[in-house]
């Protein structure tokens, strides 16, 4: 059964640095999702990507955060300069078009800013 | 804003026992309602959907859920309770208008032998 694939499944990192998290969606996937969750709170949505563009974005998802897919399989997020507060397991998301509204998870990755 | 309430931070249950964790939600116009179950260190696996039809929807590993428009619930269920059920449950709401995903805070369900 295809997958949402991600990569690295864990990153520590030193607070200012760039990092940038890999996903790989379900290949017949038009649109393509990435979500948060600080440990021990809510799932929260960050950006959503259809047809090679930003459809929505949350208020978290702010000019430190880009989101690219830089060929036909990846879809990557990027997070210019991180923050202690950025440290939260990150999840990518897609789904099919038409009327199947689910969205599927990748296993995310756990992001530690030091 | 839609939002999401899932009342129960734990839900604990006995094996063969019928189970429900609940889920109430707010949103403009028509809701997708959604249930994922979440495993120790793994992503979020979609259980079931509602988004139009029969109030009640079937989903994987025998879950169920009801729609109650009046109510604004969508509650989780099954008839019969395994230890292996025992995992964290989200509820997530979307709308025609906006297909990212609001969730509720997750209900853990241990499921006793």
Request: hydrophobic share 30%.
């Amino acid at each position: 059964e295809p997958e949402v694939t991600q990569t690295p499944s864990h990153q520590v990192t030193q607070m200012g640095q760039e990092v940038i998290l890999r996903c790989v969606p379900i290949s017949n996937h038009l649109y393509f999702y990435w979500y948060r969750q600080i440990l021990g709170q809510k799932v929260e949505f960050l950006v959503s990507f259809y047809n090679n563009e930003i459809s929505e974005k949350s208020e978290i998802f702010d000019d430190q955060f880009s989101v690219e897919r830089p060929d036909g399989s990846n879809f990557t997020l990027k997070i210019r300069s991180t923050k202690l507060e950025d440290s939260a397991m990150y999840f990518c998301a897609s789904r099919t078009s038409g009327g199947a509204y689910e969205q599927y998870f990748g296993p995310g990755t756990r992001l530690t800013v030091t | 804003a839609q939002s999401v309430a899932q009342p129960e931070d734990q839900v604990n249950v006995a094996e063969g026992n019928p189970l429900t964790v609940k889920c109430t939600y707010s949103v403009s116009g028509n809701p997708y309602l959604f249930w994922y179950v979440q495993y120790p260190n793994r992503g979020l696996q979609f259980l079931l959907k509602y988004i139009t039809g029969d109030n009640l929807v079937k989903g994987s590993y025998g879950f169920e859920a009801e729609f109650n428009k009046s109510q604004t619930s969508f509650h989780l269920k099954k008839p019969s309770a395994l230890v292996s059920d025992s995992a964290l449950y989200f509820c997530a709401v979307g709308n025609t208008g906006r297909r990212a995903l609001t969730f509720g805070s997750g209900t853990r369900l241990q499921v006793q032998p």
